[in-house]
């Protein structure tokens, strides 16, 4: 997976961004970039992302948070640089790795990492 500059929105906002979701799923946590949407949902990651060189197409990719293997997130003390989060799935080779723009709260989305995970 490659390298997602993101910034944090809504979880209302996140709803709105793919029509992948199903009847009842919440979305806690959701991040927007140019072309792609990462929602952490009650049930599962997806990652939408929008190709547009030759058609327009857009890729879902849907993980149950059992795949997680592991992550890791580094945030400035100051809070003044970007942060990154790294997220290791299931048989991916490449972590997905969003870098958090300054101010964006990355707290939420490791709580809800450890609890899925433990």
């Known amino acids: 997976m490659r390298i997602l500059d993101v910034d944090q ?5 996140g709803a709105t961004l793919t029509e992948h979701l199903i009847a009842g799923e919440i979305v806690h946590v959701a991040f927007r970039s140019e072309g792609a949407a990462i929602l952490f949902t009650d049930r599962r ?3 939408t992302r929008r190709e547009v060189l030759l058609a327009e197409k ?3 990719s849907s ?4 795949a997680v293997q592991h ?3 580094q945030e400035s003390a ?5 942060g990154a989060v790294r997220i ?3 048989a991916e080779p490449q972590p997905l790795h969003l870098r958090a723009n ?3 709260d990355l707290l939420a989305l490791q709580r809800l990492l450890a609890g899925k995970l433990g």
């Not at 993980?63 to 059992?66: L, Q, T």
């Open 58 to 60: 857009v890729e879902t």
């Open 88 to 90: 290791w799935l299931g």
């Open 63 to 66: 993980f149950p948070y059992r």
């Open 45 to 47: 990651i997806l990652v």
């Open 9 to 13: 929105v809504s979880p209302a906002e």
């Open 71 to 73: 992550f890791s997130i």
């Open 102 to 104: 300054p101010g964006t």
């Open 78 to 82: 100051d809070g003044a640089s970007r």
